[in-house]
């Protein structure tokens, strides 16, 4: 256990999400970190009763942030606004983590590191050799599935923290990336590394991330290779991180996912009329 006894904030946004968010809740109330702060930030404009009913059961326990507007990145300024942790923890909705979650976070970050990437475990996949490490020519490799630690330049935001003087220092994350939420970790990542602060992965603290179909912050995006959008939040990502050459590169290959997302599109459309016709 971390013997300074600082304060960590546990900020966990949800949209949509009502058995998962009670779970990752119960994993979150259940931490043997002592001086814990637990922040929901619900975009959700109304719950399931029974959901309203554990909700009511640990009043007192988690600070309840009620927000009109979505977007990952606008909950996640929210629940930065509202932290009072010198240590901040980020998870999804649809997450299961152990006991010593928090604390191995809080280890992490009093034994060198600004933010720590933790280890997000998604289905029977095997991990990756290294950590993920986004590249000059805007490529991404490795992954947040690694079973040792290394320095990393980019964030995947379902299990992540930082000291409170990141946030101070280089603010929040940019709210034009939604819609779907894309790459708003990625460039509050980026962001921090540029500014000189020490970015690590730990597979320490670990959780499994269920991914769930239901609610979350991409609802309703059911292609988001054909959402202009998505490829917004790309171009100002790229656009604002990167050199104009990585740029140029970049954009060409997302023109190439296009093209293919657009073609798998019409095949599929293609064979359903002609089930269609087939049934009469």
Known sequence: ?????????????????????????????????????????????????????????VEGRVVWIRARETGLPKARNAGLRKATGDYIIFTDDDVRFERDFVSRHVRELEDGADVVQGRIIEGAGNPSESPQWMSFWIRVSGSNDCPRRGDINTLTGCNFSLKRLVYEKIGGFDE????????????????????????????LPALRHLRSGQGGVDTGVENQFLSKNYYLCCFLYAYKNHHPLAVLNYAVRLHLRGLKALFRTIRAARREARDLLARG
Do not use: C
């Open 1 to 57: 256990m971390p013997g300074t006894g600082a304060k960590a904030s546990l900020v966990i946004p949800t949209y949509n999400r009502e058995e998962l968010l009670v779970d990752s809740l119960r994993d979150a109330l259940d931490s043997d970190y002592p001086n814990l702060e637990i922040i929901v930030v619900d975009q959700t404009p109304r719950h399931k009763p029974e959901t309203e009913a554990f909700l009511k059961s």
């Open 176 to 203: 034009r990336l939604l819609n779907p939420s894309l790459l708003e970790d990625g460039d509050w990542a980026i962001r921090a590394h540029k500014a000189g602060f020490r970015l690590r992965y730990s597979p």
